[in-house]
C-alpha cells in the first residue's frame, strides 16, 4: 500500500514540475545511445548468423573492465576506448574459433544455451579475477547546466552519446561501403548463395563476431565512464538488447536507435516513479510484457514471432 | 526375465535405496535430499524443455514461489514457532512441532495454489511465444521476479526472511526433509510416467514435432501447454517450500537462483538426455554427485567449471546419456514402432 501512495507522489511530483521529467528525459536519452550501441551488435551477430548472443552483456562488462584497469594505469579513460574495442575484437575471434563456429548451424536453442554459457564463463571469471566490486573510472570533466541549473548533464554523459553516435555511423558505413561490409550483408540475406558467389562465410562470421563483441567492448568503456562497473551487470545489457532488437527488428539501424533512446527514458522515468530498486525489476517485466503483447498482436493473425 | 518384471525389479532397487539411505549414510542425509530435489527439477524440466519443445530459463519463478509462501504464511499465522515474534511482540521460545508441520502444511497448499494459478496465468500469454522468443522471455521471467523479491520489504526485500526452525534435532530435520524430497521426487517420476504414456503425453510431443500440425489435427495446443506449465509448477512450488525450509533462510538469491538451479535443471536433463523419461533422472544423479564430490576442489571456480561445463555439454554432446545410449543401441533402448500397425492398410472409410 505503501509503495503505490509512493508511486502516485513521485507521480504527481513529476507534473508539478515538469522541468525534472526534462531532466529524466535528457539523461535517458543519453544513456539510450549506449543501449542502442549493444543492440546494434546484437541485431547484426542475430541476422548474419542467426545466433542469439546471451554474452553480449559480458562483452559489455569487460570492455569496462579493460577501461577501468588502463584508466587505473594513468591513461585517460576516453584514449581508452580503442584498446577496449581491440581487446573485446580478439576475444570474440578466439571465442569464434574455439566454441560459436560450432553451434553456426545448429538449433537455436544450441546456441543460446552456448552463450548462456559463454556469459557464466566470463562473468564468473570476471567475479574472480576483478573481484565483485564495483568500479567506475573517473574522467575527470564537470557537468553541464541548462535552465538555470536545473538540469544537470554530466559533460561525459554528452562525451559517451557522441562517441555512441560516432561509433554506430562508423559501423553502418562501413557494412554499407567497404567489401567486408558488403559480404556480411550479403552472408545475412542469403549465406548459401554468398558462399556460392565465393564470400568465405566462415570468415565473415567470425568478423560479424569479433565486430560485435568490439562495438560492446567500446560500449562496456563508455559504460564504465559514466556509471560502473561490476562482473553482473551482463544479463541486463543482453535483455535490453533483445528487447530493442524485437521492437525494431533486424538490420534497421534507425529503429534500433529510436527503440534504444525510448527504452533509456522509460526505464528513468520508471526508476523515478517506482524507485531505483525497482528499475530493474521494470526492465525485466517491460521485456515480458512486449514480447507477450507482440506476440497477442500476431496471434490474431494466426502468427507469432518468428 | 519379461521387461515387466525386469522393471519392477529395477523400481524396487532404487525404491528400497532410496528408503535405506539415510540410515546407511546418516552423514549425508542433506546431500542425498538435495540429489531428489535436482532429480525433481530435472523432470519438471523436461517435461517443458524436452518432451514440449518448450526451454524455459524461467521455471525457478515457481521454485521461488514455493520458497517464500510457506515462510510467509507461518509468519503471519503467527504461530509459535521458536525464534518467531509473537502478537505480543515477545519472540516464542517453545517450538511445538503440531504447529511447525500444520503451518508448513498450509504454506505448501497455498504455495501450490500461486504458483499454478501464476502458471496458468502468466503462461497463457508466454506459452504462446515460440523457440528463442519463448526462451528469453523465461529468462525475463526468472530475473524479474528475483527482482521484484528483492525489492519487496512484506517479503524481507534485500534482507530475505527466516524460515522457522525445525522442531527438533537437525538430524531429525535432515530425515525428515529427506523423505519428503524423495517422496516429491518418486510421486513426480510416476506421475510424469503416467502422463507421458497417456494421450497427454501424445499431444506435448505433438506440440514439440509440429506445433502447427497438431493444432492443425485438432489439438488443443494452449490447453495442453498450460497444463504441461501448471504440472511443473505444482512440483517446482512443493520443492522450493521444502527447499526454503530446509536452507532456514530465503533470501533473492535462495529463491530464485536462475544462475545455479535455473541452468542446472537444463544442464542436468540435456546431460541425461532431453525428451526420455530416465534421461533428467540419470544426468541430474551423475551431475550432483559429480558436483558433491569434485566441487569443493575447486574453490570458488566452480561456477566457471560450470560455464565450461556447460559449453561442452551443449557443443559436443547435444543428445546427451539416453541420446547416446539410443544410438548406439536402438534395439534396447529406441523408440518402439508397432510394425503390424504400421503395415496395416490405411482404409479411408466404407464406399470408396
Not at chain 1, 576483478?130 to 559533460?155: K, W, Y
Not at chain 2, 519392477?8 to 549425508?28: Q, W
Not at chain 2, 546431460?271 to 576442489?297: N, R, S
Request: with cysteine.
Amino acid at each position: 500500500m505503501l509503495f503505490f501512495l509512493l508511486m502516485v507522489d513521485n507521480l504527481s511530483l513529476l507534473f508539478n514540475a515538469p522541468i525534472l521529467s526534462a531532466q529524466l528525459l535528457v539523461d535517458g536519452i543519453l544513456i539510450g545511445a549506449i543501449f542502442a550501441l549493444v543492440a546494434y551488435g546484437m541485431a547484426l551477430v542475430w541476422g548474419v548468423m542467426d545466433i542469439i548472443n546471451i554474452a553480449q552483456g559480458e562483452f559489455v562488462m569487460l570492455g569496462g573492465y579493460v577501461t577501468f584497469f588502463l584508466a587505473a594505469a594513468g591513461v585517460h579513460p576516453l584514449y581508452t576506448v580503442p584498446a577496449a574495442a581491440a581487446a573485446l575484437y580478439i576475444l570474440g575471434w578466439a571465442l569464434y574459433r574455439t566454441v560459436v563456429f560450432r553451434v553456426v548451424d545448429k538449433d537455436m536453442f544450441i546456441s543460446i544455451l552456448a552463450t548462456f554459457g559463454i556469459s557464466i564463463v566470463l562473468q564468473q571469471l570476471a567475479n574472480e579475477l576483478f573481484e565483485a566490486d564495483v568500479r567506475t573510472a573517473e574522467s575527470g570533466l564537470g557537468s553541464l547546466f541548462f535552465a538555470d541549473g536545473l538540469i544537470v548533464v554530466s559533460q561525459i554523459k554528452v562525451v559517451a552519446f557522441i562517441c555512441a553516435l560516432v561509433l554506430g555511423a562508423t559501423l553502418f558505413l562501413f557494412l554499407k561501403h567497404s567489401r567486408l561490409g558488403r559480404a556480411i550483408r550479403a552472408t545475412a540475406q542469403n549465406a548459401r548463395a554468398a558462399r556460392i558467389m565465393g564470400v568465405n562465410t566462415d570468415r565473415v562470421f567470425a568478423t560479424t563476431f569479433a565486430l560485435n563483441a568490439a562495438i560492446c567492448g567500446a560500449a562496456g568503456s563508455l559504460v564504465v565512464m559514466t556509471w560502473l562497473v561490476h562482473p553482473y551487470l551482463g544479463l541486463a545489457y543482453t535483455l535490453r538488447a533483445f528487447m530493442i532488437v524485437t521492437v525494431a527488428g533486424l538490420g534497421n539501424m534507425a529503429s534500433v536507435i529510436l527503440a534504444s533512446l525510448g527504452l533509456g527514458a522509460a526505464e528513468n522515468f520508471a526508476g523515478f516513479v517506482l524507485g531505483t530498486e525497482y528499475q530493474a525489476a521494470f526492465v525485466f517485466s517491460l521485456l515480458v510484457a512486449i514480447l507477450v503483447w507482440r506476440n497477442a498482436l500476431l496471434s490474431r493473425q494466426r502468427k507469432y514471432l518468428k | 526375465m519379461t521387461d515387466t518384471t525386469r522393471n519392477v525389479l529395477l523400481y524396487a532397487l532404487i525404491g528400497l535405496t532410496g528408503l535405506l539411505a539415510p540410515s546407511l549414510a546418516p552423514a549425508f542425509r542433506i546431500q542425498m535430499a538435495l540429489l531428489w530435489m535436482m532429480i525433481l527439477f530435472a523432470l519438471t524440466w523436461d517435461l517443458g524443455g524436452g518432451q514440449m519443445g518448450y526451454n524455459s530459463f524461467g521455471n525457478v519463478l515457481f521454485f521461488g514461489i514455493g520458497c517464500y509462501a510457506p515462510a510467509v504464511v507461518q509468519r503471519e499465522l503467527f504461530f509459535a514457532v521458536e525464534g518467531q515474534p509473537q502478537a505480543t511482540g515477545d519472540l516464542a521460545t517453545i517450538s511445538p512441532a503440531f504447529n511447525y508441520f500444520n503451518g508448513f502444511a498450509l504454506g505448501l497448499t497455498l504455495a501450490v495454489i500461486i504458483a499454478v494459478a501464476v502458471a496458468a496465468g502468466l503462461g497463457s500469454g508466454i506459452l504462446g511465444l515460440r523457440g528463442q522468443y519463448f526462451a528469453i522471455c523465461t529468462l525475463g521471467v526468472g530475473v524479474a521476479a528475483g527482482e521484484i523479491a528483492s525489492g519487496w520489504d512484506y517479503i524481507g526485500a534485500g534482507s530475505g526472511m527466516v524460515a522457522p526452525i525445525f522442531p527438533g534435532h537437525p538430524s531429525q530435520a535432515a530425515l525428515f526433509f529427506y523423505y519428503l524430497f524423495f517422496v516429491l521426487a518418486v510421486i513426480c517420476f510416476f506421475t510424469l510416467k503416467r502422463l507421458y504414456a497417456s494421450r497427454f503425453g501424445l499431444a506435448i510431443n505433438a506440440i514439440r514435432d509440429d506445433e502447427d500440425k497438431a493444432e492443425a489435427m485438432g489439438v488443443h495446443t494452449t490447453r495442453y501447454k498450460a497444463i504441461a506449465w501448471c504440472v511443473s509448477a505444482f512440483f517446482l512450488a512443493l520443492a522450493g517450500g521444502a527447499f526454503g525450509h530446509l536452507n532456514n533462510f530465503i533470501d533473492r538469491e535462495v529463491a530464485f537462483p536462475g544462475i545455479t538451479f535455473g541452468v542446472w535443471m537444463v544442464l542436468m536433463a540435456i546431460l541425461g538426455g532431453k525428451g526420455t523419461l530416465w534421461g533428467p533422472v540419470i544426468g541430474a544423479t551423475i551431475f550432483h554427485v559429480t558436483q558433491e564430490l569434485f566441487w569443493t576442489y575447486l574453490l570458488g571456480w566452480q561456477r566457471v567449471a560450470l560455464g565450461v561445463l556447460i559449453v561442452v555439454i551443449v557443443v559436443f554432446f547435444p543428445l546427451g546419456i539416453m541420446g547416446w545410449l539410443r544410438e548406439q543401441w536402438p534395439e534396447k533402448f529406441g523408440e518402439t514402432v508397432d510394425l503390424e500397425a504400421r503395415a496395416a492398410p490405411v482404409s479411408l472409410g466404407e464406399g470408396r
